[in-house]
Antibody, heavy 119, light 109 residues
Framework: QITLKESGPTLVKPTQTLTLTCTFS??????????VGWIRQPPGKALEWLALSYWDDDKRYSPSLKSRLTITKDTSKNQVVLTMTNMDPVDTATYYC???????????WGQGTMVTVSS | EIVLTQSPATLSLSPGERATLSCRASQSVSNYIAWYQQKPGQAPRLLIY???NRATGIPARFSGSGSGTDFTLTISTLEPEDFAVYYC???????????FGQGTKLEIK
């Protein structure tokens, strides 16, 4: 059974750096074709894809946020970490991590973690 | 960057009716389109991948179709639990990037 869970701060101040961790089980990020992505959703708004880390160390980022994002993986810990610099109130959202394998969609999602950016 | 436009923004229907949701891409995305259902307070659930393949455990009343730039999610006979927000998502060929549409809210009439 595949599960993912996001963890990190619930409140960050403007200009700070956000670090979120996705801890997963039921699969290995060293298996060919596997990826873990990050997606966010501001309150009442649509989903927005942020980044994706692949089994082969490839990393992809949303063009609009690429300069602020870094995604890393720790295969031994079954974790994927997303950092986002220079946080702003507009970055207030629920942040999800999700599993991708075999096809170009996210089939299993974490429960999400709400992050508020406020001074 | 490929933009996905979903229509309508809101669809008001009754249980038992047929729902047709549209997703249009700003350029061809081959068949790399997925559809998700999201209920309040929940994470999205994958319904359809590669435009027309149902994900594991998804009822047969959900179907996807289309190719190129125009895609459709059809719910043949609406059940009470189908009222939710639906998103389409694409993955571009190169570079391999993902985007979501702005969503269609399916509400009870």
């Amino acid at each position: 059974q595949i599960t993912l869970k996001e963890s990190g701060p619930t409140l960050v101040k403007p200009t700070q750096t956000l670090t979120l961790t996705c801890t997963f089980s039921g699969f290995s990020l060293s298996t060919s074709g596997v990826g873990v992505g990050w997606i966010r959703q501001p309150p009442g708004k649509a989903l927005e894809w942020l980044a994706l880390s692949y089994w082969d160390d490839d990393k992809r980022y949303s063009p609009s946020l690429k300069s602020r994002l870094t995604i890393t993986k720790d295969t031994s810990k079954n974790q994927v970490v997303l950092t986002m610099t220079n946080m702003d109130p507009v970055d207030t959202a629920t942040y999800y991590c999700a599993h991708r394998e075999n096809y170009y969609a996210f089939d299993i999602w974490g429960q999400g973690t709400m992050v508020t950016v406020s001074s | 960057e490929i933009v996905l436009t979903q229509s309508p923004a809101t669809l008001s229907l009754s249980p038992g009716e047929r729902a047709t949701l549209s997703c249009r891409a700003s350029q061809s995305v081959s068949n790399y389109i997925a559809w998700y259902q999201q209920k309040p307070g929940q994470a999205p659930r994958l319904l359809i991948y590669d435009a027309s393949n149902r994900a594991t455990g998804i009822p047969a009343r959900f179907s996807g179709s289309g190719s190129g730039t125009d895609f459709t999610l059809t719910i043949s006979t609406l059940e009470p639990e189908d009222f939710a927000v639906y998103y389409c998502q694409q993955r571009s060929n190169w570079p391999p990037l993902y985007t979501f549409g702005q969503g269609t809210k399916l509400e009870i009439k």
